[in-house]
Structure formats: C-alpha cells, structure tokens
C-alpha cells in the first residue's frame, strides 16, 4: 500500500496540528497503521497507532495530548496533536503492516515520506 503523509507545518508550543495519513487503496480490513515521529539526530520511534480495527496506542510522549484514529473518507488514519512542544519537532512517518482477522502481523513495510511538524518555544 502507498501512503501519503500531510498536514505539517510550524506552530508555536501550546499549538495544534493534525496530520494525515492517506492510502492508495481500503486498508481499515487489511492493515494497521502506525505514526512515527523522527526527531533530529534521533532514532525513528513509534508514537501512535491503530491495532485492529479501532484499538489505540500512544507512546508516553504523546499520551494524552494526540488523538489518533482511521479515517474512512482518505482509506487511511489521522493524528490530532495538541499543546505542542518543542520535542515534537521531527518528521511524521505514517507506517503500515499486514492485519488479518483483527490481528496485526509482520514488520512495518510500507512508508509514507513524511511530514515535517515544527514546534518553537
């Protein structure tokens, strides 16, 4: 599956943004999808995702501050982010892995090219 990465973009802490995760084909039966957020000079780390069909995670970083969820009308998923910090800043890649029955499987293959989301003091 392609994905395509939106809605980035710099804002002040304390602001908002939501990301979007569209996908070249149906994908609320056959994957989970998953956020990562690449910081600068840091490791790429998962921060949210979608398990099944509408089970959620957040990474401490982010819980409670992100929404996360499918999103029928683009096939893909979105990311709700508020009170944003500096420390959000990096580059948003939506991820997508193989899901049968509920049940997601396998590694992370396919990759969207990211959004960048900066976030100033």
């Known amino acids: 599956v392609q994905l395509a990465e939106s809605g980035g973009g710099s804002v002040q802490a304390g602001g908002s943004l939501r990301l979007s995760c569209a996908a070249s084909?149906?994908?609320?039966?056959?994957?989970?999808l998953a956020w990562f957020l690449q910081a600068p000079g840091k490791e790429r780390e998962e921060v949210a995702r979608?398990?099944?069909?509408?089970?959620?995670w957040y990474s401490d970083s982010v819980k409670g501050r992100v929404t996360v969820a499918r999103d029928s009308a683009i096939n893909g998923m979105y990311l709700q982010m508020n009170n944003l910090k500096p420390e959000d800043t990096g580059v948003y890649f939506c991820?997508?892995?193989?899901?049968?029955?509920?049940?997601?499987?396998?590694?992370?293959?396919?990759w969207g090219q990211g959004t960048k989301v900066t976030v100033s003091s």
């Open positions: 084909k149906y994908t609320y039966t056959s994957y989970c």
């Open positions: 979608v398990e099944g069909y509408e089970a959620v």
């Open positions: 991820a997508a892995r193989p899901m049968s029955g509920g049940n997601c499987y396998g590694d992370y293959n396919d």
